[in-house]
């Protein structure tokens, strides 16, 4: 990466303030030192509180690591755990086509394999209407990060999860 920087999250709630400033603070001086719209810094902002929430509910680890960072003309974000793995890869590897992961008013979050043990999210709007409420609280955070992403995918390594967002500068 062109410019980056690493982060340890404890993976607790009370932790999640105190690590979402220290990024937000890294990313206003990638802002100021690269000329970037605080557009990209609000989209940063969705994707690294989602992140973090998702490290809590759902690592089942003591710590993650996120990286931030400008490459290639992309700011990125990454989270990355030892912990147990998001099911949705196994279960499109076995149907071997996208899945609907989630919908609500508005959206269709779908996730389609992209490599092996790698999905990659995409969401398109709903124009059924049709909301499932027991789905929309689980996957609400895909869907953030999904919208404010250009890029959202996730890549399961035994043992290491890893969770990529990419957003494009121009």
Do not use: W
């Not at 099911?87 to 071997?96: A, C, G, Q, R, S």
């Not at 609280?137 to 043992?159: C, Q, S, V």
């Amino acid at each position: 990466m062109t410019a980056s920087q690493s982060f340890i999250f404890n993976n607790q709630a009370s932790g999640i303030s105190a690590c979402s400033k220290q990024m937000l603070d890294y990313l206003d001086s990638l802002l100021a030192t690269h000329g970037l719209s605080r557009a990209v810094k609000l989209r940063a902002k969705f994707i690294i509180a989602e992140l973090l929430n998702n490290a809590v509910k759902h690592s089942g680890t003591e710590e993650s690591a996120l990286e931030v960072g400008l490459k290639d003309n992309h700011l990125y974000i990454s989270k990355k755990d030892d912990g147990k793995p998001f099911d949705l890869v196994t279960e499109i590897e076995k149907k071997n086509t996208q899945l609907m992961v989630s919908s609500d008013a508005m959206h269709l979050l779908y996730a389609v394999k992209k490599e092996d043990h790698t999905v990659s999210f995409y969401c398109k709007e709903n124009l059924t209407f049709q909301l499932d409420v027991n789905q929309l609280a689980e996957h609400l955070g895909l869907l953030i990060i999904t919208k404010a992403a250009d890029e959202f995918t996730y890549h399961y390594h035994k043992p290491t999860n890893l969770f990529c967002a990419r957003i494009k500068l121009s």
